[in-house]
């Protein structure tokens, strides 16, 4: 069964940083894409970044470009997102998600984790 | 701004046939996927690359896309259907994944 685990959400005030990760398991982690994407409450989801299968291929939507850096450790079957200069903003909900494309060509995201919570705030 | 555009809400009558739609210029190149979310659970895949249907999304559930615009259909619509509807994108231009504001539909 495929799971993916999020973790480190946590209150950050404004212009902090936090690290998310998020644990894999029962898949083979290093042939898939990885995406994360987030959600404000009471708003749709928002993509944040992806990253192909071996790290090579990174992309990230503007509103968090030179901010956020996603990696991933493919002996650790992880996924990471350091998110630094935080803002009001950035508060959501942050899910790992597994990209059904494979290479380095996204298609959508076919599993879902339970998501960690970011709040940003003084 | 969004790219994609969708209606806020749908109403359906248990049974009958319901129509959600997203439109925008990208689909006119890209492929649309949708995404189906219950309040406080994580979204689940319905329907990718325009009319494919990942393992274990019932038959009900098939999408379409015509020039601009791709349509979720969901027939024989059932009260467990009930739940927002998000359409996405990749928009190769950008490389970006592009999300819909978010349809709800509502069985009454």
């Known amino acids: 069964e495929v799971q993916l685990a999020e973790s480190g959400g946590d209150l950050v005030q404004p212009g902090g940083s936090l690290r998310l990760s998020c644990a894999a398991s029962g898949f083979g982690f290093s042939i898939y894409s990885m995406n994360w994407v987030r959600q404000a409450p009471g708003e749709g989801p928002e993509w944040v970044s992806y990253?192909?299968?071996?790290?090579?291929?990174?992309h990230y939507a503007d509103s968090v470009k030179g901010r956020f850096t996603i990696s991933r450790d493919n002996a650790k079957n992880s996924l990471y997102l350091q998110m630094d200069s935080l803002r009001a903003e950035d508060t959501a909900v942050y899910y790992c998600?597994?990209?059904?494309?494979?290479?380095?060509?996204?298609?959508?995201?076919?599993?879902w984790g339970q998501g960690t919570l970011v709040t940003v705030s003084s | 701004s969004n790219d994609l555009t969708q209606p806020p809400s749908v109403s359906v009558s248990p049974g009958q046939t319901a129509r959600i739609t997203c439109s925008g210029d990208?689909?006119?190149?890209?492929?649309a996927s949708w995404y189906q979310q219950k309040p406080g659970q994580s979204p689940v895949l319905v329907v990718f690359?325009?009319?494919k249907r990942p393992s274990g999304i019932p038959e009900r559930f098939s999408g379409s896309n015509s020039g601009n615009t791709a349509t979720l259909t969901i027939s024989g619509t059932q009260p467990m259907d009930e739940a927002d509807y998000y359409c996405q994108a990749w928009d190769t231009s950008t490389a970006s994944y592009v999300f819909g504001p978010g349809t709800k539909l509502t069985v009454l």
């Open positions: 690359q325009d009319t």
């Open positions: 998600a597994r990209d059904l494309g494979s290479g380095t060509s996204p298609l959508a995201q076919n599993y």
């Open positions: 990253i192909s299968s071996s790290g090579k291929t990174i």
């Open positions: 990208k689909l006119r190149n890209e492929y």
